[in-house]
């Protein structure tokens, strides 16, 4: 009998590695890719599997169109001390990037960087933009800080893929200490149906509906502090199943209300009963049910649509982009690339 019960411990203990190995191998690594020039990306926009521009402080940016094999850095002539937190790109050839601060400047190029054209100025002191979107190939907005003294949001569009740009007179009044984060220009989701929306933080955090019909909603996201609140926000392609990531930034290991998911178009959202562990700037869809979270303390995956995430790396990036496909994640950070496969 005691022979028996040995063999049987040793099966449990065989099962279960095996359990716990096949778990590990689900898990992604991350790739390093080329040591940028850049001492902080925080804009990154995904193309395709081969086309990746990137953009962050000393006025630079870069694009790969091998997949990450090589990198073309460069520099936006008289703009040295930009620091380009916002970026879309629409080819290899045009993209757009948006400094943060003032004076604002929306920077376009038609042919991968040779040459930038100005496309939008502002020298409005105070000015603060955080995030540029696209609802179509054609028209798009930039949102920023809101402005004394009506403390409304700032809000530019433009109808031509980025060639001009307006400013329109725009309802949305800021609570006070609200605002938006210029972490990873992912604080707007644009979904099918006008679904998706925009997030803030500071003092109030709020979800702000991309529909315009329902009200804004203050979250259950860590807040109350110019460092807390949400800072990013992803939702699947129908609108139904979003994350929000975020915490406190200068407490980065800090677990409290950092994440918060909603299957029912944003109308209600639940704290993550096992969150990313800490501070999060960005949180991107991947496929299925998973998503994809990055800061300065690590990275992390969820498998459930946001409600259980497992650390997958001690590695910390500021900011992640999806293929069109799914199949890689881009990441990027102080003086660092990454990439994820599955």
Not at 155 to 164: L, N, P
Not at 272 to 277: I, K, Q, T, Y
Request: net charge neutral; with cysteine; proline share 6%.
């Amino acid at each position: 009998m005691q022979k028996f019960s040995k063999s049987l411990l040793l099966l449990h203990s065989v099962f279960f590695i095996h359990i716990f190995s096949a778990y590990a191998q689900q898990q992604p690594a991350i790739k390093p890719l080329e040591t940028p020039p850049i001492a902080s990306i925080r804009g990154l926009s995904v193309v395709n599997d081969s086309v990746v521009w990137v953009s962050g402080t000393g006025g630079q940016a870069g694009l790969t169109t091998d997949g990450g094999k090589h990198w073309q850095w460069m520099k936006v002539p008289n703009h040295d001390s930009a620091d380009w937190r916002s970026l879309y790109a629409f080819s290899s050839q045009r993209a757009l990037l948006l400094n943060a601060g003032s004076p604002a400047h929306v920077m376009l190029t038609n042919n991968g960087g040779k040459s930038w054209e100005t496309a939008y100025e502002d020298t409005t002191k105070g000015i603060f933009f955080d995030d540029i979107a696209f609802l179509n190939d054609s028209a798009g907005f930039a949102i920023g800080d809101p402005m004394p003294p009506d403390n409304k949001f700032a809000v530019i569009t433009t109808e031509d893929r980025g060639k001009t740009w307006t400013s329109p007179m725009h309802p949305l009044i800021a609570e006070p200490g609200e605002a938006i984060f210029a972490a990873s220009g992912t604080n707007v989701v644009v979904c099918a149906n006008e679904k998706g929306g925009i997030i803030t933080g500071g003092q109030v955090s709020r979800f702000i509906p991309g529909d315009g019909i329902q009200k804004p909603i203050v979250l259950p996201i860590a807040q109350g502090s110019p460092s807390k609140g949400a800072f990013s926000l992803a939702f699947k392609p129908d609108g139904k199943t979003g994350v929000i990531v975020g915490g406190d930034y200068q407490h980065d290991k800090d677990t409290t209300n950092n994440c918060v998911y909603t299957n029912d178009d944003g109308k209600t959202w639940t704290v993550s009963p096992a969150p990313p562990a800490g501070y999060r700037s960005c949180v991107v869809y991947v496929k299925g049910n998973i998503f994809i979270a990055t800061g300065t303390s690590g990275t992390d995956i969820s498998r459930d649509g946001g409600v259980h995430w497992q650390k997958i790396s001690e590695q910390g990036f500021h900011v992640a982009g999806v293929s069109p496909n799914g199949k890689k994640i881009w990441l990027a950070g102080s003086r660092k690339l990454g990439m994820i496969t599955l």
